[in-house]
């Protein structure tokens, strides 16, 4: 078998596992090729009735990533679930002479883990690692503030210190995981409101352990004196 012939039987292997579940999701829902044409092309993508039937017959051997999208906004699944079926199939091709456990394959493909050592370090990962980070923190801090209010403000609760104690960890370790996106040079994340001071350039002189000894609630915890002034000033 020459590499053109290789390649095009591992691409005829991907459609046939979209196309398995399309006819899958589209039966789930009662949906005619027709309907779920329209409900593809309503999402923004061009198709027609002899599109579906080209692809659930295996006459059609291309999907474009557009295409991929607008089945996970039509069906309402994640688009990786097209490419990486981790929930029928045991392992997967990625290119001729490459073929791995699927769930593994997943996990490379969204960057949480690599497939060998050979693959890049750290940096090469920073971009999904670091928004992983951010988003895990923001969430932390907000359970902890809401877990904060199940507590009577006026008794003195050691489980509620902890609740506080939590909030201003995830505070500290959400400015730390910017200040390293901002070194790389990343797009930065929008923050929720009530975070959006975070970044206040009056937290680059506070030590660490004294922005985690802040109380939570609002990032908005120092007063503007003389001292912060000369400071910010000086830089």
Known sequence: MTDEEMSAAVQAQHIRLVARRIQALRAARGWSAERLAQEISAAGVSWNRQVVAKLENGRRQVLSFMEINALGLVFGVPPILFLFPVDTEDAITLVPGRTVDTWTAAKWF????????????????APLTLRSKHDALVEAYEDALIAQDLFDPDVDDQDRTKVQRRARLALRD????RAEIRRHGFVMPALPEGLDSVDDRRYEF??????AAQPPGSVRLVEVGPEWEDRDGAR
Not at 110 to 125: H, I, K, Q
Not at 174 to 177: A, C, I, N, W
């Open 174 to 177: 959400l400015r730390m995981v």
């Open 110 to 125: 969204m960057g949480r883990s690599r497939l060998d050592e050979s693959e890049g370090g750290e940096a090469a990962f």
């Open 206 to 211: 506070m030590p660490l352990d004294e922005l």
